[in-house]
């Protein structure tokens, strides 16, 4: 049996309560992670492969346990080669380079503007180099999302470079299965839109919501990050994208206040709201990615290189969000959308994923498994939680869910505070030594003190 350690925010198997989610951020600020890590675990899991889930945080000091418990280190990434993540970049070098076991790396990406131009990355190049250089002496290639990472790399020299885009559009394996009913969208078409906060700030992508909000009334919202999931729970207004109240997971947006805004902490909960929604647009790669493994039709709005590149090697339809007018009408993006060349490649594509698992050593569940039968059974036997909904109203049934939940962790800090006090109390019963400093000052204070005091 191959023990693989997998760099995910939580095992899909693992169903975690919504406060507790959001208090531990178990999917690393964006849910959007965990589209990618579940099926990075499926794909991976076979007869003779256990996959155990490392969260995100990178502990340097676990290498030796880690060379001694598992066979393979798999570390599935998105756009981490941006100046923001550079630090963690930095951490998972150094515990790559005392790991004595294979490690791999399936699509990365790079991440600058639609133009592909690197020259924002160049201040961390040498970083990326010594990640990359440190992955490649632990696997045959490393995996890339697509044309602009490759050409970054291989502009650094490494050869060992495969495009294999993103192992979410392979959670299904070869099948791909995108509903088109022939009809154009109306008022009565439910639509999912995403976003995130740089492009509504930067972007025109509020003002085209909220056309989109009078045009269609069952449109909703889909955000990702941990600061609107907090927003919609706890009204948390704690973060800087507080400031932003074009966005629909803000309590002062008419969305939020028409509950129509949501949050998911589980990809399984997410994509079985979408098979319900007839299109989904906005510019979240994985919101929409999750639209199309649910057989919903999806078109992204691209502001960066990170979708751009994915959108390209999948041949998922897309726009540039820069040119799109303020008045763009989803029913014109679902028109246009031609998904038949994301279909049809899509058996290649796969077949070159595979390649690419088989080149570092790893089987796969679709060639090597039963397809992902029993990861399927078991993940239907688990209730997730829903849609994280926006907190409007007072009623008991919601109000007890959440004070529970702070009462429950309040129990739980009292006793850890007192378990301090009396370790404190313990401790402070054995007389402090002091040193020889302290006591000559002491000794020589005394008289230095009475000399200065006033005479009476």
């Known amino acids: 049996m191959k023990r693989i350690l997998l760099r995910s925010g939580k095992s899909p198997y693992d169903v975690v309560p ?32 256990e996959v155990v889930s490392n ?12 060379n001694s418990e598992y066979d393979v280190f798999v570390i599935p990434l998105a756009n981490a080669f941006r100046p923001s993540f550079e630090r963690q970049l930095e951490r998972l070098t150094q515990l790559i380079s005392k790991l004595k076991i294979p490690v791999v790396v ?3 990406g790079a991440q600058t503007g639609v133009n592909y131009s690197a020259d924002r990355l160049r201040p961390m190049q040498s970083t990326v180099y010594a990640f990359v250089s440190a992955v490649l002496d632990h696997s045959a290639s490393i995996g890339v999302r697509g044309e602009f990472t490759e ?23 070869t099948r791909l299965d995108i509903r088109e009913s022939g009809r154009a969208l109306g008022p009565d078409s439910r639509i999912s839109v995403n976003g995130s906060h740089d492009a509504i700030r930067k972007h025109k992508l509020g003002r085209i919501i909220n056309r989109a909000h009078t045009r269609y009334p069952h449109l909703r919202f889909i955000g ?31 969305m939020y206040r028409e509950d129509k805004a949501r949050v998911y902490v589980d990809p399984s909960a997410w994509m079985d709201d979408l098979r319900g929604f007839d299109f ?11 639209a199309l493994l649910a057989g919903t039709p999806a078109t992204v709005l691209c502001g960066d290189s990170r979708t751009l590149e994915l959108c390209r090697y999948f041949d998922i339809p897309h726009r540039m969000l820069a040119k799109a007018p303020s008045d763009l009408d989803p029913a014109d993006l679902y028109a246009e959308a031609d998904f038949g060349p994301l279909t049809r490649g899509h058996q290649e594509r796969f077949d070159r994923f595979m390649n690419f698992l088989d080149k570092n050593g790893l089987e796969n569940t679709f060639t090597h498994g039963d397809g992902g039968a029993a990861f399927e059974a078991r993940m239907s036997a688990l209730a997730f939680p829903p849609g994280i909904r926006p907190w409007v109203g007072a009623d008991a049934a919601t109000m007890s869910a959440r004070l529970g939940w702070l009462q429950s962790q309040l129990t739980d800090l009292t006793e850890q505070n007192n378990q301090l006090k009396r370790k404190l109390t313990k401790n402070s019963s054995v ?11 002491s000794v020589v204070g005394r008289p230095i003190k009475r000399a200065l005091r006033p005479s009476r």
């Open 106 to 108: 399936p699509g990365v």
């Open 151 to 173: 050409r970054y790399l291989r502009d650094m020299g490494f050869r060992d470079v495969d495009v294999i885009g993103c192992p979410s559009m392979f959670l299904h394996g």
């Open 55 to 66: 969260g995100i945080t990178t502990r340097v000091a676990d290498a030796d346990r880690i």
């Open 18 to 49: 919504v406060e507790r989610a959001l208090h531990e951020d178990v999917f690393a600020t964006n849910s959007g992670n965990l589209i990618f890590s579940d099926a990075a675990h499926k794909i991976l899991e076979t007869p003779r492969s």
């Open 431 to 441: 007389p402090v030594q002091r040193s020889t400093y302290q006591r000559a000052r």
């Open 280 to 290: 989904s647009f906005g510019s979240r790669i994985h919101g929409n990615i999750a």
């Open 224 to 254: 990702q990050n941990l600061s609107e999931a907090r927003q919609l729970h706890w009204r948390d207004m704690s973060h800087q994208n507080a400031s932003l109240t074009d966005i629909p997971t803000h309590p002062d947006h008419p």
